[in-house]
């Protein structure tokens, strides 16, 4: 059974900048998986995906230029790399993981395609 831990969240500025980690067990390496946050009061929003090997991504409009999602299936690590933090990104932010399908490929920030979660790092960004 895929499981995912995610680590790195924390407390930062505004414009600092944080890194988030997934680690994830060998069998992952056929899924796509993708980063999620949820902010008090808010649906859960896509923020950023990538097919298995990791050279295609995929972000939201809110994160483009800001946010990198970087996947190293070597090192079974799924990363975040946030810049320039704003206190609208102030959520618990998870990894998660689908399997391969045609849907995803035309909604990769899409919730329901994703059958795997973590439980959550938070990070809180202060004006």
């Known amino acids: 059974q895929l499981q995912l831990v995610e680590s790195g969240g924390g407390s930062v500025e505004a414009g600092g900048s944080l890194t988030l980690s997934c680690g994830f067990s060998?069998?992952?390496?056929?899924?796509?998986m993708g980063w999620f946050r949820q902010g008090e009061g808010n649906e859960r929003e896509g923020v950023a995906a990538t097919l298995t090997g990791g050279a295609i991504t995929y972000y939201a409009d809110s994160v483009k230029g800001r946010f990198t999602i970087d996947r190293d299936n070597t090192k079974n690590t799924l990363d975040l790399l946030m810049d320039n933090l704003q206190p609208a990104d102030t959520a618990m932010y998870y990894c998660a993981a689908a399997p391969p399908s045609l849907d995803f490929l035309n909604q990769p920030l899409d919730s329901r395609h994703y059958q795997i979660w973590g439980l959550g790092a938070q990070v809180t960004v202060s004006a």
């Open positions: 060998d069998d992952a390496d056929k899924y796509y």
